[in-house]
């Protein structure tokens, strides 16, 4: 007797509504799959981008054991005082860090503003994405001692 497994189907798509697609970071489910199938929700485009940055960003050199290299090593400056040498550093490591690991993007610039009243850095960084027709855009986020975000 032989078994069916109607998941190696192929399913054939008309038209992409998308350049990149990574798995969404919170690993939700997507509900909306047609036959009711399941798999983890994605993030397209910009929030694919985005979520790059951020694993970029919270990965610690050495632990990706195939890109030991891969991230940024600031978790040492994190627990220093707020300071604009600081902010220099975090954001000249951020730049190298995009440059080298970040190929999908071209950055346009990395600003990092400290905020010693709320103890913690804000994050501006410019890229223009080539295959979104040189689309630019601008994420913004935050960064402390205990969280690193980018919306």
Do not use: H, W
Not at 42 to 47: I, K, P, R
Not at 124 to 136: D, L
Request: charged share 25%; glycine share 6%.
């Amino acid at each position: 007797m032989a078994i069916k497994f109607d998941n190696f189907k192929k399913v054939t798509k008309t038209e992409n509504l998308f350049v990149f697609a990574d798995l969404c970071l919170d690993l939700n489910e997507n509900t909306s799959l047609p036959n009711g199938r399941r798999d983890i929700k994605l993030d397209y485009d910009y929030n694919a981008i985005r979520n790059e940055l951020l694993n970029l960003f919270t990965t610690n050199p050495g632990e990706n054991l195939l890109l030991p290299d891969y991230g940024i090593t600031i978790k040492r400056i994190i627990g220093e005082p707020i300071t604009p040498g600081n902010a220099n550093i975090i954001g000249v490591r951020m730049q190298e860090s995009i440059k080298k690991y970040a190929p999908r993007i071209n950055l346009l610039g990395v600003y990092i503003f400290p905020d010693p009243d709320n103890n913690e850095y804000l994050i501006k960084i410019r890229v223009s994405i080539p295959k979104i027709n040189n689309s630019e855009t601008t994420f913004s986020g935050s960064i402390n001692q205990t969280k690193f975000t980018i919306t």
